[in-house]
């Protein structure tokens, strides 16, 4: 066996929400579109239905616009 | 193997060039000029769009002249995990700007079943809502003129 990394994450978890959102859980980096960068552990949820007033996030608008997937 | 054979590789996938059977039917440069540019040298440029886009139109291909592999496939070593040395574990998701939310790296996807998705090391998730392979995207987003905004 050689080595180990001493660091070594547990990958991050990502949900299709039914209906709604992206769940991004775990620990891992977020690049938002300016580039900035969040790193660490985080729990995000992602606007999937393309009508969210705060994207990236979620609020909830899906439930209006009827995203069916 | 011929002499004039080329190969491409982005890390996950190997894309090889067999320019004998290339009949330039132009398929795959109009369907991703970002990858297939005959106008630059070299003329594949593997990072110029996910490797599920670029698997998607090398298999449009109608001779084959475009063909790929999993790199895991040519050489098992190198996804091995842990044994293979220094390796990226971290998850990466990145917002593009009027487009997908693009993740790389360790992570497990899961549909909207709870079953896990098979994907790629880099995979492109529709934002816009409008995609026809959700939850992947398709680049609908162009078409309705999607805003991240």
């Known amino acids: 066996m050689q080595e180990k ?3 070594v994450h547990q990958p991050a978890e990502v949900r299709i929400l039914k209906d ?3 769940m991004i859980k775990g620990t891992f980096a977020f690049k938002d579109s ?3 960068i969040t790193k660490g ?6 606007c999937r239905c393309g009508g969210s007033s705060t994207k990236p996030w979620c609020d909830n608008t899906h439930k209006k616009i009827g995203l069916a997937y | 193997m011929d002499k004039t054979d080329r190969k491409y590789t982005n890390g996950e996938i190997t894309v090889f060039w067999h320019p004998k059977k290339c009949i330039h039917a132009t398929t795959c440069y109009r369907e991703l000029i970002e990858v297939f540019n005959p106008r630059k040298r070299p003329w594949v440029n593997m990072n110029g769009a996910s490797t599920e886009e670029i698997i998607r139109v090398v298999k449009l291909c109608p001779t084959q002249a475009l063909a790929f592999k999993y790199n895991k496939d ?4 190198k996804q091995a995990g842990i044994n293979s040395g220094p390796k990226e574990t971290d998850a990466e998701a990145r917002i593009m700007e009027d487009g997908p939310l693009v993740l790389k790296g360790s992570f497990i996807l899961y549909d909207i079943d709870g079953k896990e998705l098979k994907h790629y090391k880099m995979t492109s998730l529709c934002r816009c809502g409008a995609s026809n392979t ?3 995207c398709d680049g609908t987003h162009r078409k309705i003129g999607y805003t991240g905004k």
């Open chain 1, 34 to 36: 300016s580039g900035k």
């Open chain 1, 41 to 46: 552990e985080q729990e995000l949820y992602i």
């Open chain 1, 20 to 22: 709604g959102p992206i």
């Open chain 2, 74 to 77: 040519i050489d098992g070593d």
């Open chain 2, 134 to 136: 959700l939850p992947f």
């Open chain 1, 5 to 7: 990394e001493t660091t």
